[in-house]
Each structure stands twice: as structure tokens, then as C-alpha cells.
């Protein structure tokens, strides 16, 4: 059993295709991976420069799509210069930079997913304590606190995962350095506290989605009650659009990965796992710009500086 220590770099097996259908690939992941730049990009630049957007709602915002930025580039740039080299191999220091990056943005963007619930239903159950209760220095702290759990769990994740050994076998089954087929192929006898941190994980999960669903069981009645329907419908266009991202991202995550932890994947499970690393960063900006009346306002102030300029 050879140490970890002796392994410089593991095979990414990707997707088994023919090599004009592997140009197609990373041609399609290139124009998804400049799209989700480009769209979170516009949203960060807006809501810092737009005094407007100094919300907590947007803060928020702005940091979502750092993160997405930041899961989506750890892993799509190293796949399309796999697919364009027809090289599979990773070193093992990139390995281990996806397998923190990953699992520290998706961590830290379900913790912040559930922040935003709680933010809009101050705003909505409690529009009077509003600003007492989601003054700066509370959403400064939610983001903080998003950051350092994502940050414990995934320095956690990344340095129980590379503690194993891993023999002769470093094909991973994946596009990118997945901790579960990292788990696959592991001849180390000793995987039950990475088994038992990921199974915490799971319960951390479960436990933001229960939190969101609880918020927005109380924002739904208190919408209800509403008499306007101009103020029902404002209330709405502020709603949705978090909970269409908190769907996407929870919906992806659990086709990516509500399977046997050990169990190998299959070109099915290559696809949701491509679904979920790449369709929330790109399809978030979307959500929150095209159907947002202030980002929209925001884009066109940033585009007639420019243009005076």
C-alpha cells in the first residue's frame, strides 16, 4: 500500500467520447463558463457601484455570485483544456484545490441561500424592525459566519479525503475531483470519518432546507394577507427569484449526488454532476437580473457612464 505522499497526479476519466464529440464538449462548457462570468460579473460590478443596491438583499446577492463565479471556475477551465489537449491528467495539488474549492462554494452558498430566506422574511413578516434587525453589521456577520462554516467543513472534507491512501488506483470517474469517487477508489481501510463528516454535512444540509421552507411558510401567509395585489405582487418579485435559485441549487446538488457514497459513476451521473457545477452560476444571474426592475435600472446607469465616458 503505497502512501498518499507517492501519488503526483490522478486520471480524470470524464466522458468517454469519441474525440470531435470532446471538441463539441469543451466548446459547449466554454460558452456556459463565459456566460456564468460575464452574468456574475455584471451583477457584482452593479451592486457595488449603484449606491442604490446597498442593501442587504444585494449584498448578498454580490457575494452568491462570487461564489458561483468561484465553483464554476474550479472546475469547467481545467475540463476544457483536458477535452482540447486530449490530456485526462490532474496533479495532485489541482485535485486537491477542486475538491476545497468545490466544496467550499457550494458549502457556503447553501449557507447563504439560507441567510437570504431569513433576510426576506424580516422584510416581509417584520418591515417595521427591518433596518434594526438587518442593519449592517448583522448581514456583515451572516456573510461572515456563510464563510467560515463553508470554510471548516470543506478544509475538513479536503484534508480527511487526502489522508487516505491510494494504491495504484487513480482513475477518478468524474469530469473533476469528486470527494465520493475519490472514496471509490481509496485502498485506505480507514474512510469512516471522512463517511461520517460527509454524513454531517448531510444533516447540516437538511437542516438549511428545513430553515428556508420554515421562512418562506411564514412569508407565504404573511403575503396572503396582504390586501393590495400590487403589494402581494412586490412582495413576489422579491421572493421568487431566491427561491427559483434555492430550487435550482438544491434540485442539481441532490441528482448530482443522492447516490451510495462508494458507488462508481455512470454517464448519467456525469451529466447532473455537470448540471449541478455549472447550470446555478450561469442561470443565477439570469433569475436575479432579467426579472429584477433595480438590477435592470443599476445595468442601464453602469451602461450610460460608460458610454459618457
Known sequence: MNNMSMVTEFILMGFAIPWK??????GIFLVIYLA??????????????????????????????????????A???????NALTHSNYISFLGCVTQVFLVA?????????????????????????HYEVIMNRGTYVQMIFFSCLSGGLLSTSHTALTFTLSYCDLIEIQQFFCDISQLLAISCSEHITAEIVLILINAVLDFCCFICIIISYTYIFSTVRKIPSTEGQSKAYSTCIPHLSVVVL?????LAAYLKPILASASFTDLILSAFYIMLPPSLNPIIYGL??????????KLTKNLLSK
Request: positive net charge; charged residues 10%; glycine residues 4%.
Open 21 to 26: 464529440l470532446q471538441i463539441l464538449q469543451a
Open 36 to 73: 456564468a462570468l460575464m452574468g456574475n460579473g455584471l451583477i457584482i460590478t452593479i451592486t457595488s457601484l449603484d449606491p442604490g443596491l446597498h442593501t442587504p438583499m444585494y449584498f448578498f446577492i454580490r457575494n452568491l455570485s462570487l461564489f458561483d463565479i468561484c465553483l464554476i471556475s
Open 75 to 81: 472546475v469547467v477551465p481545467k475540463t476544457i483544456v
Open 104 to 128: 467550499f462554494s457550494a458549502a457556503t452558498e447553501l449557507f447563504l441561500l439560507t441567510m437570504m430566506s431569513i433576510d426576506r422574511y424580516v422584510a416581509i413578516c417584520h418591515p417595521l
Open 249 to 253: 441549487f438544491l434540485s442539481t446538488a
Open 291 to 300: 426579472r429584477n426592475k433595480a438590477m435592470k435600472l443599476g445595468l442601464e
